[in-house]
T-cell receptor, first 116, second 112 residues
């Protein structure tokens, strides 16, 4: 297992188009997270899954954003009717729920979205 | 919203010098973690310190935690050009869900 994979690495789209990002976590990790990061800022939490269940969504996540993890393995993040403000790096991370209680995240390289 | 706020926002040092950055947070935490991010890449976990710990070491890294002041510091000793990156603190509070809340980061430049 080579870590967390994200695809595509870069996406340029026109305003109003839909885009979808895919994340393949480390296989034994049951928790998967999506974060958004804009230039010069820290990652901002969007949503997370435990297995296939989406357990939390940020209040900042508009209804244009939807995420799925249908079989508890890979996840997709879809943005509908993209806006220029959606331009950012979308980071996926995963971890294994452990007895220690702490969530140490392994991040993918990110998917950079540019909305023209 | 950002739970942690790093200080300074940017730091420029010579190779071989120490780099110190601070993180302040607002609410009680269960643990605090530091991550590094090289330009345009994902984040890499560096070190975790739990709320009942005061200091931890890992190689050239030293982290302190003062829960009474709601602050943490990360010290990188004998810095190298390869340490050039952005460093983020992230807090975890179990009553707020199983997620990390990141600060805005400190951008460190180590000049050879």
């Amino acid at each position: 297992d080579t870590g967390v994979s994200q695809d595509p690495r870069h996406k340029i789209t026109k305003r109003g188009q839909n885009v979808t990002f895919r994340c393949d976590p480390i296989s034994e990790h049951n928790r998967l997270y999506w974060y958004r990061q804009t230039l010069g800022q820290g990652p901002e939490f969007l949503t997370y899954f435990q297995n296939e269940a989406q357990l939390e969504k940020s209040r900042l996540l508009s209804d244009r954003f939807s995420a799925e993890r249908p079989k508890g393995s890979f996840s997709t993040l879809e943005i509908q009717r993209t806006e220029q403000g959606d331009s950012a790096m979308y980071l996926c991370a995963s971890t294994k729920e452990g007895i220690s209680g702490a969530n140490v995240l392994t991040f993918g390289a990110g998917s950079r979205l540019t909305v023209l | 919203s950002q739970q942690g706020e790093e200080d300074p926002q940017a730091l420029s040092i010579q190779e071989g010098e120490n780099a110190t950055m601070n993180c302040s947070y607002k609410t009680s935490i269960n643990n605090l973690q530091w991550y590094r991010q090289n330009s345009g890449r994902g984040l890499v976990h560096l070190i975790l310190i739990r709320s009942n710990e005061r200091e931890k070491h890992s190689g050239r890294l030293r982290v302190t935690l003062d829960t009474s002041k709601k602050s943490s510091s990360l010290l990188i000793t004998a810095s190298r050009a390869a340490d050039t990156a952005s460093y983020f603190c992230a807090t975890e509070t179990w009553t707020a869900g199983n997620k990390l809340t990141f600060g805005g980061g400190t951008r460190v430049l180590v000049k050879p």
